[in-house]
């Protein structure tokens, strides 16, 4: 029998009480019916006032607190105990202060249906950049209890994409999917995959103590397990701007590649350390040119557990 709850979305969290309220706000206006979807929260520890922000909503929301002790940087740890809890076929996952679009798990789950086979959506962020450069615009622009209207107005103004839209805009119809390295878009601020293929291939990595990169490093074991990259403008969502610290998120990025290059032995895996030349927006460019075979892009399943 089909599972009735067909999505699990799994949302991240700590110290950041005021960015979780505004992300499940914009979870009790979905398109989709609310007993087709459940929320879990993997709860990192938080001392604010992170749990009563979600016992504002638990009777607005199938919702789950899953909370664990704070031992450093723990958002892959957070994460798996969310997926371990999922009952849904799909799971979303997005990061506090994301504001969904009310039509944002529909579309997930409407691009998991059409797809004959396994597919790794990465949804549309307005507002997500990498410096925090234009926050204080983006903040006059964003209503944070209004995720419709101020996607809307963002998208008809033409004002603060998705910081990846320089990699989509690349291809024709954001087709990227045969591309050697698709993953290095799949970064888990709005992304999807089924529930079923997330366990087979591990989940994310604990080992990676920095924050962030355990998404890259997952998206790449669902590249060698045969998912599809698919980019679905219709999942969209607005990243509420919050405090970045550029430099320290790319020594972060350093560790996470040495992590990767050390666990995959693949080719391409040092490529990542080259930056500012190679960069996750021209990486997919400078494969090819160094004529790299195709098993060096998509290791064997058993390779990358």
Not at 60 to 78: I, K, P
Not at 197 to 208: A, I, K, Y
Request: include cysteine.
């Amino acid at each position: 029998m089909a599972n009735s709850r067909r999505c699990s979305v799994v949302i991240p969290t700590y110290n950041r009480a005021e960015l979780l309220g505004y992300t499940l706000e914009s979870l009790t206006r979905q398109t989709l019916a609310v007993d087709r979807f459940e929320v879990l929260i993997g709860d990192d520890g938080s001392t604010d006032h992170t749990r009563s922000v979600i016992d504002r909503y638990r009777d607005r929301v199938q919702l789950r607190h899953l909370y664990q002790e704070h031992d450093g940087v723990g958002a892959a740890r957070a994460r798996n105990a969310c997926i371990r809890e999922a009952t849904g076929d799909v799971c979303v996952m997005i990061d506090s202060g994301v504001m969904a679009h009310s039509g944002m798990l529909a579309a997930h789950l409407a691009t998991h249906d059409s797809a004959p086979g396994p597919v790794a959506v990465i949804g549309y962020v307005y507002g997500f950049d990498l410096d925090g450069e234009y926050r204080s615009d983006l903040e006059k622009l964003i209503d944070p209890w209004d995720a419709d209207g101020t996607i809307e107005r963002l998208a008809s103004q033409g004002d603060h994409p998705d910081v990846r839209d320089e990699f989509y805009l690349r291809y024709d119809n954001d087709d990227f999917a045969d591309l050697p390295a698709p993953w290095i878009m799949y970064w888990t601020c709005n992304v999807s995959a089924r529930t079923s293929q997330l366990h087979d291939v591990g989940m994310f990595d604990e080992g990676f103590r920095t924050l962030g990169g355990e998404d890259l490093d997952l998206g790449y074991r669902l590249h060698c397990d045969d998912a599809r990259f698919v980019l679905d403008r219709a999942a969209s969502s607005v990243h509420y701007p919050h405090p970045k610290d550029f430099s320290q998120n790319l020594t972060n990025a350093m560790v996470t590649y040495q992590r990767m290059i050390e666990k995959y032995r693949s080719p391409v895996m040092p490529l990542l350390m080259a930056v500012p030349t190679i960069h996750p927006f021209n990486i997919n460019d400078v494969i090819p040119v160094l004529d790299l075979p195709p098993e060096a892009t998509r290791m064997d399943r058993k390779q990358t557990r």
